[in-house]
Each structure stands twice: as C-alpha cells, then as structure tokens.
C-alpha cells in the first residue's frame, strides 16, 4: 500500500497550490479519503473529506470557500485545490484513507505561505 503526496511548496499569500495523492496496493474506489495537515508544534488537523464515490465532500471550517476536495477513481488519485492561501496554512498536509478501522497515510508534503 502506498499514498504519495506532492504539489506542495513555498507560494506568496493570496496564491494557489495544488496537491495530488498518488494511490496503489488497495482498491482506491472503496476508501473514503481525506487530507489532514500539522503545523510545526501543532497537532495534526483534518483539512477536508470526500467520499469514496465522490459524492460527498467536508471541509474544516477554516478552508471553507478556499480549497477544493475532489478525486479521480479512474486514476487512483486523489487532489485539493488550495486558493487565496495565507501564512497559516503553512504545514505538512498528508492524503489518509479510510475504510471501517483500516487506514492509510501518505508520508507528506510541505506548504510554505510566505512573501
């Protein structure tokens, strides 16, 4: 099994990034997933989830409006769009998935928001 996070790196405040969660080793369509993030000296926090038709999607309030969850099941992939992105989004974000007590996690990718 294996989750493998990118499209992460430093980005001016107000600008975009888009992360991709490359899946393999387990039937991607059955999964619910999801993308958390910790801050340094923080604990991790769960940014958004999306179902594992893609039907249904939730998002922590403080990303509400500003990142996008979606997946592509066809391509064992999983992505968020993070738009109008600010200092405190800066974490290491990682790709989970989710089915009954099973659970996966991806090794991370760093955010950096900073002029």
């Known amino acids: 099994v294996q989750l493998v996070e990118s499209g992460g790196g430093l980005v001016q405040p107000g600008g975009s990034l888009r992360l991709s969660c490359a899946a393999s080793g387990f039937t991607f369509s059955r999964y619910d997933m999801s993308w958390y993030r910790q801050a340094p000296g923080k604990e991790r926090e769960l940014v958004a989830t999306?179902?594992?038709?893609?039907?249904?999607?939730n998002y922590a309030d403080y990303v509400k409006g500003r990142f996008t969850i979606s997946r592509d099941n066809a391509k064992y992939t999983m992505y968020l769009q993070m738009n109008s992105l600010k200092p405190e989004d800066t974490a290491v974000y990682y790709c989970?998935?989710?089915?009954?007590?099973?659970?996966?996690w991806g090794q991370g990718t760093q955010v950096t928001v900073s002029s």
């Open positions: 989970n998935a989710q089915r009954g007590y099973t659970s996966y």
């Open positions: 999306i179902t594992s038709t893609g039907g249904r999607t």
